[in-house]
């Protein structure tokens, strides 16, 4: 199968309790090359990432062992983040990328990189 470079999540807001923001489908590889947050608010916001493997085909819980990234975005910053090699690879059903923000509804999140499958 070849790479399709196409949108691989909608656009989504990190909440304030830990929470998918990308989930990977069915029959699909997922390669996640960078990941664009966006303090939209005006103030400071901590914001937490975790690549959760499924548990059991159901989506998993982010824990301290499965955390990424941890920053704390000032008022309308964009941060971008590289993931170099082949980024991170979502290959079962319900493997996720999982946020969390000190504030809900204060950071977005997309993703960029290509998937594989039907």
């Known amino acids: 199968m070849a790479l399709n470079r196409a949108k691989l999540a909608d656009i989504a807001e990190v909440a304030s309790s830990a929470g998918a923001l990308i989930t990977n489908a069915a029959s699909v590889k997922t390669w996640i090359r960078g990941i ?22 159901s ?40 946020g969390l923000a000190s504030s809900a509804t204060s950071v977005t999140a997309m993703f960029h990189g290509d998937n594989e499958g039907p």
């Open 36 to 57: 664009t947050l966006h303090n939209h608010t005006a103030g400071a916001i901590d914001v937490t990432l975790y690549n959760v493997p499924d548990s059991g085909g």
């Open 59 to 98: 989506v998993g819980t982010a824990a301290t062992g499965n955390q990424f990234f941890k920053k704390s975005l000032a008022a309308d910053e964009t941060h971008y983040i590289d993931l170099p090699g082949p980024g991170i690879v979502l290959s079962d059903t319900n493997d996720t990328i999982q």
